[in-house]
């Protein structure tokens, strides 16, 4: 088993999903999976649609560094006007901004959601 393989599987277990669930979320066969995971298939035509899947990046399943975001400071959950799709090629931020202020973005950053709510803790 190569790389992809073993982390497609430990990825596809750990979010309990059998290799039948993953190939339908992707819809393809579960033959197709089970290549991936046994290293027959070494380079997927469908690897950033399966990252997707399994909630990881297309770099990581090739063996990249961890996807595990370590962060020194608490960690919110938020809700947004708009859906916002992952991109792994792009960095999102969430800024703060006074209602009567203006918004600034530069190196072709562009606004894609405003935050509606946000969740946090309480102990």
Known sequence: MNIL???VKELRIGLGYTQQEVADKLSTSNMNIANIESGRVKNPRNLTELADVLKTSPNY???GDSDILELDAEIHLIATDNEVKNDYHKDYYVVSI???EKLFLTDNAKIVAKVKKTFTESK
């Open 5 to 7: 393989g073993q982390r």
């Open 98 to 100: 006074d209602k009567d």
């Open 61 to 63: 399943l090739l063996g």
